[in-house]
């Protein structure tokens, strides 16, 4: 180590997060309105155009060809030209309609998931089970979730489009969105609406697994922190405290650590990548981050420290521990 040098993870850009592929009702409703718009809208250019190069060919002004009879207003042109639109556009408001029921149908009573937007980073609490993570949400496949969306500073905006409309993360003013998957499967999401520097760096990774797995993940969060029990885990859990990391991240099971500002570190190395998706999840990224949060990632809110290469071992290692 020393070098600095570190790799930004290709492996989130290999999830799969296109609209074109809905893998959920609500993502599918809105994928079949799409493409019977696009249908109308391409038989509606096929018609206008047609009949436009038809009258330029067919009617063209020939030489020593008289004027053509001149006449204004055509009642049947007119109501037709009033009553065929009319009808196109009552056609799509009606799909619009039953779109709109099937992608985002009224919240339940209370929420399943509560995602709050932080710069830069995704807060997910179930408050059923009292689960708390980052970045990286784990819903049974086959389950539709009431997700309410919170934010902790400015706007930001949830969206991963394979499962789910686009939706704005308001400070104050809670939204809500339904958020399924048909299969297990991980789909890739991102903060849709700018929110400051690293506002492409707000990835949301969903993980969709089958209920039974998903319960087993469920109760492996809920666990405390994995106790810091060799020499150098306990070197870096000293450094956790001393070194401020305790004033903003949460380590459950860790006296003193409560903290709700930054990422919940409780199960830390659990999750696929760090910095909301700069970089993929080693020990060896662990190292970097830690060492330095702001060539990474710059504009975040973790400051860099200027650790000596012996305490980002400890810290790193400590961190790396917390499965
Ligand atoms: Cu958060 Cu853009």
């Known amino acids: 180590m020393g070098s600095g040098q570190f790799a930004v993870t290709m492996q989130i850009l290999a999830y799969s997060s296109s ?3 809905p893998q959920s009702p609500e993502a599918k409703a809105i994928f079949d309105l799409g493409i019977v718009s696009l249908i109308v809208f391409v038989l509606i250019w096929i018609v206008v155009s047609g009949g436009i190069l038809y009258a330029i060919f067919r009617f063209r002004g020939r030489s020593g060809e008289a ?50 937007g932080h710069q830069f980073w995704w807060q997910a609490d179930y408050p059923a089970s009292g689960v708390t993570t980052a970045n990286e949400i784990h819903i049974p496949a086959g389950k539709p979730l009431c997700v309410r969306l919170e934010s902790q500073d400015v706007l930001h905006e949830f969206w991963v489009p394979q499962l789910t409309r686009k939706m704005t993360n308001v400070p104050g003013q809670p939204n809500y969105i339904w958020l399924e998957a048909d299969k297990p499967g991980t789909y890739l999401g991102q903060c849709s609406e700018f929110c400051g520097t690293q506002h492409a760096w707000m990835r949301i990774v969903v993980i969709a697994e089958e209920p039974a797995q998903f319960e087993q993940w469920q109760q492996a969060q809920l666990r405390p922190a994995q106790a810091a029990v060799t020499d150098l885990t306990r070197k870096g859990l000293a450094l956790f405290r001393t070194q401020t990391c305790i004033s903003c991240h949460g380590i459950k099971g860790v006296p003193g650590a409560n903290a709700r500002v ?14 909301a998706g700069v970089l993929e999840n080693t020990p060896e990224n662990m190292r970097h981050w830690v060492n330095k949060p702001q060539t990474i990632k710059p504009g975040s809110l973790m400051p860099d420290f200027y650790l000596k290469d012996q305490e980002i071992d400890q810290l790193a290692g400590y961190l790396s521990s917390l499965r």
């Open 262 to 275: 930054a990422p919940d570190l409780t199960h830390v190395a659990s999750r696929r990548q760090l910095a």
């Open 67 to 116: 004027d053509p009879e001149q006449y204004a207003g055509n009642k049947k042109v007119e109501i037709a030209w009033t009553i065929i639109p009319f009808v196109i556009v009552l056609f799509l408001f009606v799909l619009t309609l039953q779109a709109m029921n099937r992608a985002d149908p009224p919240p339940a009573s209370s929420p399943d998931l509560v995602v709050t």
């Open 19 to 21: 609209v074109l592929q």
